[in-house]
């Protein structure tokens, strides 16, 4: 088992930035792979960027230039900076986790809001 733990939401006005944590503990000898999701209300969870333990890196194409995925080994640490935030970024942020024997991310933390007022 791997738990994921993430802080680092709040308010923010259009245009600030925020960086969020997720910190893994358990069985993370097994994962390959962290990411960050995203829920707004009444929308669907959507992909916002990965990372893997080699530190290739992924974004939606609606964070590019703005958002940066990073990883500190040594704290089992994944980060998500996210910069030039605007309303449409409001949502619930999920830290994922994807271990090697699973096709796909198994784990999650509970979620952390962030808020962009405009």
């Known amino acids: 088992q791997v738990q994921l733990v993430e802080s680092g939401g709040g308010l923010v006005q259009a245009g600030g930035s925020l960086r969020l944590s997720c910190a893994a503990s358990?069985?993370?000898?097994?994962?390959?792979?962290m990411g960050w999701y995203r829920q707004a209300p009444g929308k669907q969870r959507e992909l916002v960027a990965t990372i893997t333990s080699g530190g290739s890196t992924n974004y939606a194409d609606s964070v590019k230039g703005r958002f940066t995925i990073s990883r500190d080994n040594a704290k089992n640490t994944v980060y998500l900076q996210m910069n030039s935030l605007n309303p449409q970024d409001t949502a619930v942020y999920y830290c994922?986790?994807?271990?090697?024997?699973?096709?796909?991310?198994?784990?999650w933390g509970q979620g952390t809001q962030v808020t962009v007022s405009s």
């Open positions: 358990g069985s993370i000898f097994s994962i390959n792979a």
């Open positions: 994922s986790a994807k271990p090697d024997w699973a096709l796909g991310y198994s784990y």
